[in-house]
């Protein structure tokens, strides 16, 4: 049965800036885009893939592990299987034809991490549009890892407020910031210091801001787990928020729970 049909928004990011000019590698993490996905699928619902420009998502490299598996590699191969060939990931759609075409029909929307989101989701008019339609409604609306830097999409002004981010001019980002949909939930993302590693072996340099403030100056109250890369998921209203790769079964069951929930009442 059919219960109903999930928006899981990608990325089309493959570099991402770096302080100091010049970009490093980036794309969207394997696990965390599939095993929510496969989760909804496996409890009865339609998932429809879109990004900003209708292509594929890039999945980083380095998130093409067993690893990032549990060490799992059956789990490994079967999610690879599932992005590459599963039918919903491969007919990819525009976010503007997605909102074209009618978002009452969706029970909630789901953006995985990987530091792609940063770059194009997190500024994305269209993507802003859907998350308010899904936030006048209180339908769920999942973020995982770094995906939860994508409702800064939902600002009027989300293309100038990281333009401020990352110019450093943090008086302006905080006028850019006012009327923010989210502001004052609860919520959590990709840590300062879990980004370390990756902006040292990886990115070979730093970010021009970490996740955790780009969110508290635009009013939320984050969270984050002392110990870095422990499952963290936290729900606030309808906003679920996973902190870091090893959140993506958790954050799966919550979502799932959430949409069960929603239909119910509905």
């Given at each position: 049965?059919?219960?109903?049909?999930?928006?899981?928004?990608?990325?089309?990011?493959?570099?991402?800036?770096?302080?100091?000019?010049?970009?490093?590698?980036?794309?969207?993490?394997?696990?965390?885009?599939?095993?929510?996905?496969?989760?909804?699928?496996?409890?009865?619902?339609?998932?429809?893939?879109?990004?900003?420009?209708?292509?594929?998502?890039?999945?980083?490299?380095?998130?093409?592990?067993?690893?990032?598996?549990?060490?799992?590699?059956?789990?490994?191969?079967r999610?690879?299987?599932?992005?590459?060939?599963?039918?919903a990931m491969?007919?990819?759609?525009?976010?503007?034809?997605?909102?074209?075409?009618?978002?009452?029909d969706?029970?909630?929307?789901?953006?995985?991490?990987?530091?792609?989101?940063?770059?194009?989701?997190?500024?994305?008019?269209?993507?802003?549009?859907?998350?308010?339609?899904?936030?006048?409604?209180?339908?769920?609306?999942?973020?995982?890892?770094?995906?939860?830097?994508?409702?800064?999409?939902?600002?009027?002004?989300?293309?100038?407020?990281?333009?401020?981010?990352?110019?450093?001019?943090?008086?302006?980002?905080?006028?850019?910031?006012?009327?923010w949909?989210?502001?004052?939930?609860?919520?959590?993302?990709?840590?300062?210091?879990?980004?370390?590693?990756?902006e040292?072996?990886?990115?070979?340099?730093?970010?021009?801001?970490?996740m955790?403030?780009?969110?508290?100056?635009?009013?939320?109250d984050?969270?984050?787990?002392?110990?870095?890369?422990?499952?963290?998921?936290?729900?606030?209203?309808?906003?679920?928020?996973?902190?870091?790769p090893?959140?993506?079964?958790?954050?799966?069951?919550?979502?799932?729970?959430?949409?069960?929930?929603?239909?119910?009442?509905?």
């Amino acid at each position: 049965m059919n219960k109903g049909k999930v928006l899981v928004v990608g990325s089309n990011a493959t570099r991402i800036e770096i302080q100091g000019g010049g970009t490093g590698p980036t794309g969207q993490y394997l696990n965390e885009t599939v095993v929510p996905a496969m989760a909804l699928v496996e409890a009865g619902y339609e998932i429809v893939l879109a990004t900003p420009d209708g292509t594929k998502p890039y999945i980083d490299p380095v998130s093409d592990f067993a690893q990032h598996f549990d060490g799992d590699v059956t789990a490994h191969q079967r999610g690879r299987a599932f992005f590459d060939d599963y039918p919903a990931m491969v007919d990819v759609r525009t976010l503007r034809s997605v909102i074209d075409g009618g978002l009452d029909d969706y029970a909630g929307v789901f953006v995985p991490g990987g530091q792609a989101p940063v770059v194009d989701l997190m500024q994305d008019a269209d993507l802003g549009e859907i998350l308010r339609h899904f936030h006048v409604r209180g339908k769920p609306t999942a973020f995982l890892c770094h995906g939860p830097i994508a409702s800064l999409a939902a600002l009027p002004r989300a293309r100038e407020y990281r333009a401020a981010l990352i110019a450093g001019d943090l008086s302006k980002a905080s006028e850019l910031a006012k009327g923010w949909q989210y502001a004052g939930y609860k919520m959590t993302v990709f840590s300062a210091s879990e980004e370390k590693p990756i902006e040292e072996q990886i990115l070979h340099g730093k970010l021009y801001f970490t996740m955790p403030d780009a969110l508290r100056r635009a009013g939320g109250d984050v969270t984050t787990t002392p110990v870095d890369f422990s499952p963290h998921v936290v729900v606030d209203r309808e906003l679920i928020t996973g902190q870091n790769p090893r959140s993506d079964h958790p954050l799966a069951a919550k979502l799932v729970e959430a949409l069960d929930r929603a239909a119910v009442s509905a």
